[in-house]
């Protein structure tokens, strides 16, 4: 696609319940990545997937946060047992092998 | 620990001035910087970047210096403009070193005044 693709662009959830978040990258980009920014703070990485290598989880917060890219394509960010330090807007970027990072424009949780 | 440090959460400048945006690093392996332009309800927008090989680099009105020794970068707008009315997000990694993502700074809020 012509840029990097999130939905939703807002999510409202209770608090305890599971959320999914979804980013379509740039086609042919082969590194992805999801970051979060909470109120007041910077961007905080979670996850970096770069083609079929392991993926770097070295910034997921807690077991509660997981993501999966299938097919080195779309990527699922979810979060389990949601809790309100969680509402953030989490931001998806992708690029090819530098850090020409093309952002989404992101997805708002807000946990109630 | 903050790697990569923006001290000054805003900045307010009149249209036709400079704006100077700073930051400030703490890892000596950090070789490639990237300065991140972000308005509200939008993802961040790649701005500008420096090699560690260089102390300047230019394009149009943005000029982001570096000064290896003092781990210092900042960014200057020269003439400011209503429309450069953003958060800028100052970043870092070492590049083709173990870390495979950009470490950004908190941002500073940029309001240039008409």
């Known amino acids: 696609g012509a840029g990097v693709s999130q939905s939703p662009s807002n999510k409202v959830t209770e608090k305890g319940k599971d959320v999914e978040l979804r980013c379509d990258p740039i086609s042919g980009h082969t590194a992805l990545y999801w970051y979060r920014q909470s109120l007041g703070q910077g961007l905080e990485f979670l996850i970096y997937f770069q083609g079929n290598s392991a993926p770097d989880k070295s910034g997921l917060p807690s077991d509660r946060f997981s993501a999966e890219r299938t097919g080195g394509s779309v990527s699922t960010l979810t979060i389990q047992r949601t809790q309100q330090e969680d509402s953030a807007v989490y931001l998806c970027?992708?690029?090819?092998?530098?850090?020409?990072?093309?952002f989404g424009s992101g997805t708002r949780l807000t946990v109630v | 620990d903050q790697q990569v440090k923006q001290n000054s959460p805003s900045l307010s400048v009149q249209e036709g001035r400079i704006s100077i945006l700073n930051c400030d690093y703490t890892?000596?392996?950090?070789?490639?910087f990237l300065w991140y332009k972000k308005y509200p309800a939008e993802g961040p927008t790649f701005l500008i970047s420096?090699?560690?090989?260089?102390d300047k680099n230019e394009d149009g009105r943005f000029t982001v210096f570096l000064n290896k020794s003092a781990k210092h970068l900042s960014l200057h707008i020269v003439p400011s403009q209503p429309g450069d009315s953003a958060v800028y997000f100052c970043a870092a990694n070492d590049y083709g070193g173990s870390q495979g993502n950009l470490i950004f700074g908190k941002g500073t809020k940029l309001s240039v005044k008409p």
């Open positions: 970027a992708s690029s090819l092998q530098d850090f020409g990072y093309t």
């Open positions: 420096i090699s560690s090989i260089k």
């Open positions: 890892n000596s392996m950090f070789d490639y």
